[in-house]
């Protein structure tokens, strides 16, 4: 089975920085996902981390330690288009497994 | 390049009708997904289609939903009869290939609504 588990929500101001923290069991890996969710819309997708370490894309980052089945999307220089819900989706051998996903609030 | 398109984009039925669902993924991707999002719950994964074939349907709920995919191009998804707990967004996703390193992109969803 697979077990994901990020914070609910969280709120940042506008121009900081923001780190959301994914850990995930699975039975079989093959890389995770983060997509960004606005309200009523599609997921999109921002990364996908297969090896260990930081990916760098722009203001956004994802860093992932398979050993410690753990995660973590970066956000820097945030903008108020940046409140949306963040997916932690790990991969397992074909299928992706979503969390509930944390919903991000940024204040001016 | 066309994304992954879904339709009908919003339906509304009542209980005990029938809805059918498309999908057209982009094009060239063999690997075809449904997922679907019941109301304050997580995305679930409901299906997968490589090329033609059911490569794992574990997540399908129950035998009132059948997905076809004749061709391996567009892809169905019925649900008969529809009960309320239907009700949610439907997300087709596609991929080039399952494996390490491909990106899997999903289309705006089919949202349903049964009364």
């Known amino acids: 089975g697979q077990n994901i588990d990020q914070p609910t929500e969280m709120t940042a101001t506008e121009g900081a920085i923001v780190q959301i923290n994914c850990t995930y069991q699975t039975s079989g890996f093959n890389g995770l996902f983060w997509y960004q969710q606005h309200a009523g819309e599609a997921p999109t997708f921002l990364s996908y981390?297969?090896?260990?370490g930081l990916e760098e894309k722009g203001r956004f980052s994802s860093f992932l330690s398979r050993s410690k089945g753990y995660s973590y999307l970066l956000l820097k220089e945030l903008q108020m288009k940046d409140s949306a819900s963040y997916l932690c989706?790990?991969?397992?051998?074909?299928?992706?497994?979503f969390g509930t996903g944390t919903k991000l609030q940024v204040i001016p | 390049e066309a994304g992954v398109t879904q339709f009908p984009s919003h339906s509304v039925i009542e209980k005990g009708q029938t809805v059918t669902l498309r999908c057209d993924p982009i094009s060239g991707h063999d690997n075809l997904y449904w997922y679907r999002r019941v109301m304050g719950k997580e995305i679930k994964f409901l299906l997968h289609?490589?090329?033609?074939?059911?490569?794992?349907e574990s997540g399908m709920p129950n035998n009132r939903f059948l997905a076809e995919r004749t061709g391996g191009t567009y892809s169905t998804l019925k649900v008969q009869p529809a009960e309320l707990e239907d009700s949610g967004v439907y997300f087709c996703a596609s991929s080039q290939d399952s494996g390490p390193g491909n990106t899997i992109y999903f289309g705006e969803g089919s949202w349903l609504t049964v009364v």
């Open positions: 981390n297969v090896l260990d």
């Open positions: 989706a790990p991969r397992g051998y074909q299928k992706v497994t």
């Open positions: 289609f490589v090329k033609e074939s059911k490569q794992d």
